[in-house]
């Protein structure tokens, strides 16, 4: 077994991923019908294509049945970069439409409350991390295709307030840098968690059944154990998600210097004469 040979043999394309995927891409494109290529429709075929490889490339095969840090990478893109994809490329006419119904508009104000959805997408990601639950998720794929639609829909309600096409509800630009700020620092200690801990936490990297016959080549060629797996992965855990929670806070601060310099008056020397000298001729 070899490195190149485990990748290309560990590729999965399970119809369920591949017909929803498709789905999700030809109904967007079929509601939306943009008239050329759009920076929305290319936010939205990015979480797609996020989401469709993070489901059937090595990451699953291989995160599931031997490595922990490739796992971490899934729900990164799972939790996190796919979500924050798919917000950013909700059309405003579309979401507006939506809002006008009542039921929906109600069941955004509830699932879009920042306070809720800081919980839940956190809650969720330390939740599924317990070791008996996660061990659990490895054995059961129901358990397993549930955790995976968790994370999905917990990672969208947690960008939602931040990014969400409608300025109703939307937060502040300080209330998002603090909001990232604290749910960048919540991922950061379950992952400094798994990176400084001695202890491997999950039976089934200890034990992997070894169905690819790529044991040796991890253990032995690659020079991985399990505890420098579960640290990699650890790492992985809160250094990119940092990055991508620390780029939001940016665009965040963007913003509110945008604001700021609207809302300054024009201190132009002179122009207080000459807006009296139009008042005047308005007159």
Known sequence: MTSWKLFLSSWEFAPPVVIGCSLLLV??????????IEKKSIFWTLGVLTLFFALVSPLDKLGEDYLFCLHMAQHMLLGIIAPVFLVCGLPKTM?????????????EKILGNPPLTLIAANGTFWLWHLPGLYDLTLENDTVHIFEHITLIVTGVMLWWPVFKPVPQGRLTPLAAILYLALTAFISTILGVIFTISDTPYYERYAHPEDELGALKLIREDWGLTQLDDQKLGGAIMWEPAGVIFLWAMMLSVVDWLKAESRNEP???????QIKTNEGAENA
Not at 27 to 36: D, E, N, Q, S, T
Request: proline share 10%; no cysteine; net charge positive.
């Open 27 to 36: 109904g967007y494109f079929f509601l939306v019908r943009p008239k050329k």
């Open 95 to 107: 979401v507006e439409s939506w809002l006008k119904i009542p039921f929906i508009a109600r069941l």
């Open 266 to 272: 024009d201190n132009t020397p002179g122009n207080d």
